[in-house]
């Protein structure tokens, strides 16, 4: 094994193991704060799982692509241009499959070649491999480059009489080449919801049969367009507070009452990544280098402290507005345009041990809550 397939398969096993680490956490619903009413970890999971089957296609495609490359300063992440490579071999899966050998077929002919030349088919193992790897994205929810919103939730507001909705989307910005998770509590005025949803009581109507998920916003006038926003509105560098206020001021009934993302990285691993020197030089250290990384995650919310009532006049008028709550005496949730946040991270024992020994793990984990997984369990506060 040459030295690049080498680093590759150090890396995918890293990746794997942080993604697998990163499941066990979120399927532990009184890990966080956050997380105490089980929402965020009942919405995050999946996105966890597409992203461990785009790592799964990606390792498959190394069977017949010469590169991989990823983000070694930054995110420790693929870059951009893998994601949307993977996402246009889904959609075109089945197309290139039918110029494809079936397996027993190739199975066949790659015995045949060896029989008869006496050498490694090559060509048919490439072919082999890119048959493997189609049918795995065509069939597997990968992370795209972005993912459309689902409603997951519906309840009444006992103040306003109005449906609340747990909406949430997924979304890989390109030029962080970050995954992200966007989770939003909204409710919504719309005079034909509200008589569809509410009863007389201003409460959730019980004759009202919703199968969840819903794909895309609950209410059907205002799903395309919610689709739309959620799109344009989920780069990396537009803060949770101009998310939500965006959302306030494009939709007259829809009133955003909470939003979250939750940002999946960066990623570090030894020899690999080159995004923390400190990190990196200590992670070289770890004996053994399918326990060399670290992951980490934020989580970020914003919410409405008020709601500016409706105005009505002769010459104008003026929808409800919220008022988001931003925490000024925190530098940092100033900085990201948040109520409130949370950092997050995660090292195999063995990394912890070395970080620990090296007397670098309190400056790296200032401010974050650590988690170490060892023997598939995942230790919170050490």
């Known amino acids: 094994m040459n030295a690049a397939n080498e680093a590759a398969e150090r890396y995918f096993d890293a990746i ?4 697998e680490g990163l499941g066990v956490y979120f399927g532990d619903r009184t890990a966080s704060p956050f997380q105490s009413h089980g929402l965020v970890a009942e919405v995050v999971a999946p996105y966890i799982g597409r992203l461990e089957r785009s790592f ?18 930054e995110s420790g992440y693929p870059v951009f241009q893998s994601v949307l490579e993977l996402e246009n071999d889904r959609r075109q899966a089945e197309k290139r499959l039918a110029g494809i050998s079936g397996p027993d077929e190739l199975r066949a002919e790659m015995v045949d070649f ?24 065509k069939e597997g929810k990968i992370f795209s480059p972005f993912i459309l919103p689902e409603t997951v939730r519906v309840s009444v507001n006992p103040k306003t009489k109005r449906p609340y909705y747990l909406v949430h989307w997924g979304a890989f910005d390109g030029n962080s080449s970050l995954p992200m998770v966007y989770m939003a509590a909204v409710e919504d005025s719309s005079p034909g919801m509200l008589k569809a949803l509410v009863s007389d009581e201003g409460k959730l109507r019980e004759d009202v049969d919703i199968g969840f998920p819903v794909g895309g916003l609950l209410n059907p006038e205002l799903a395309h367009q919610f689709d739309d926003f959620a799109e344009k509105n989920s780069a990396y560098s537009l803060s949770p507070a101009t998310i939500a206020g965006n959302l306030d001021k494009d939709f007259d009934h829809l009133h955003p009452k909470q939003l979250r993302r939750v940002v999946l990285g960066p990623f570090y691993t030894a ?49 409800a507005r919220e008022e988001f709550f931003i925490d000024t005496d925190d530098l940092d949730a100033a900085r990201m345009g948040v109520s409130a946040y949370e950092q997050h991270a995660l090292v195999p024992h063995e990394a912890y041990q070395a970080l620990y020994a090296a007397g670098e793990a309190q400056k790296i984990f200032d401010g974050y809550d650590v988690h170490v997984i060892s023997g598939g369990r995942v230790i919170t506060d050490v």
């Not at 990606?58 to 590169?67: D, H, V």
């Not at 326990?291 to 970020?300: C, S």
């Open 16 to 19: 794997a193991s942080a993604l």
């Open 56 to 73: 799964d296609c990606w390792r498959n495609r190394l069977g017949f692509m010469e590169k991989f490359r990823i983000q070694r300063a």
């Open 114 to 137: 060896i029989l008869r030349h006496r050498a490694f088919p090559a060509d048919l193992q490439q072919s082999m491999a890119e048959r493997l790897y189609l049918e795995e994205v």
């Open 271 to 319: 020899g690999i990544t080159e995004n923390n020197s400190t990190v990196s030089d200590v992670l070289g250290r770890v004996r053994r280098r399918e326990n060399a990384w670290l992951l980490t995650w934020t989580v970020q919310e914003v919410y409405s402290k008020t709601e500016r009532p409706a105005r009505k006049g002769l010459w104008s008028s003026q929808p």
